[in-house]
């Protein structure tokens, strides 16, 4: 694929992958292209553990898909990230950020808008929301061929400190690279992100994964190869939209919104 094919294309796949087994070399060239990545001084602070084993994959999707469950079912979820929800197109096309649930089961959809309101969240619990949504990210992570962890030099990682910092900024360089690469070999990749928000879940993933003192557990991701119909969750989300340049881009001061393509006369 043509490179910026390739950034265009790179997405989140919130659907299941393919069974089969991560070729060897794939998983050589995703680990090789995320060192590959920029690091202050050349300190390549990030880490990376490849994961296949059956009984550790599942035992990540059970404490994800519980932690996903806890969360919707408190509420936490639905509070913590309800700047980010979008429920119509038209709100979307104008905002053109955060994430819209354009698939959810029609009983639903009424009571979409009011989910973070008390009624709203006792409607989604009767429901069953939380389970439902649980067991589809516990599937989802179960079915995944391969995991991802990454972590961090906690010599370099020094949170609060400029170090800190910039190992954040190298990780999400070597992320990306890794992002990007899953495009070009026909692969899915997604965050597994729910036990991070549960600190005691996210011990029992640096237990299983043993994760040493000197290193820091940054994040999990799933991967896998994606099947050509994409099967979509029970209730799923896109964000394909992106700003626009105005929206983003300045033109040598802060005060001056760079022109959208196109509108370059009106300036
Ligand atoms: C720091 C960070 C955290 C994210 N957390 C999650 C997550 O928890 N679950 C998930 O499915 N996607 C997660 N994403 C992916 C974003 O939702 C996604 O990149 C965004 O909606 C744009 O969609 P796209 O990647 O398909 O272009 C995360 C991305 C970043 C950079």
């Known amino acids: 694929m043509d490179f910026l094919e390739v950034v265009r294309r790179r997405r989140t796949t919130n659907g299941p992958f393919l069974p089969d087994p991560v070729k060897p070399e794939h998983q050589r060239l995703l680990v090789e292209v995320g060192g590959m990545a920029p690091s202050h001084f050349n300190s390549q602070p990030w880490r990376f553990v490849l994961v296949e084993d059956r009984e550790k994959i599942e035992e990540v999707a059970r404490i994800s ?10 509420g936490t979820f639905w509070k913590r990230y309800r700047p980010y929800f979008r429920f119509s ?10 994430i819209f649930f354009d698939q959810m089961p029609s009983v639903l959809k009424p009571f979409s808008r009011q989910v973070f309101s008390n ?23 179960a079915g995944s061929p391969l995991l991802l962890a990454v972590l961090l030099d906690k010599t ?5 400190e400029l170090s800190g910092f ?4 190298g990780m999400g360089a070597a ?16 965050f597994v992100s729910t036990p991070m928000e549960i600190p005691e879940n996210w011990k029992r993933l640096q237990d299983l994964l043993k994760v040493p ?5 940054m994040a999990v991701y799933r991967l896998g190869y994606l099947p050509e119909n994409q099967r979509r969750p029970t209730i799923d989300w896109s964000s394909r ?27």
């Open 166 to 169: 910039y190992s954040v900024f």
């Open 119 to 141: 009624t709203g969240q006792a409607v989604m619990n009767r429901f069953g929301v939380p389970k439902t949504l649980g067991e589809d990210n516990r599937k989802l992570v």
């Open 241 to 267: 939209q992106r700003k626009r340049i105005s929206q983003y881009v300045f033109r040598e001061t802060c005060e001056t919104p760079e022109a959208d393509p196109g509108r370059e006369a009106a300036r």
């Open 156 to 160: 370099e990682y020094r949170p609060g």
């Open 175 to 190: 992320i990306e690279n890794i992002w990007l690469t899953t495009t070009e070999l026909g692969m899915g990749i997604q």
């Open 213 to 217: 003192d000197e290193l820091e557990l």
């Open 65 to 74: 898909g519980d932690s996903m469950r806890q969360l919707l079912e408190e």
């Open 89 to 98: 197109e038209a709100e979307m096309e104008e905002r053109r950020d955060g």
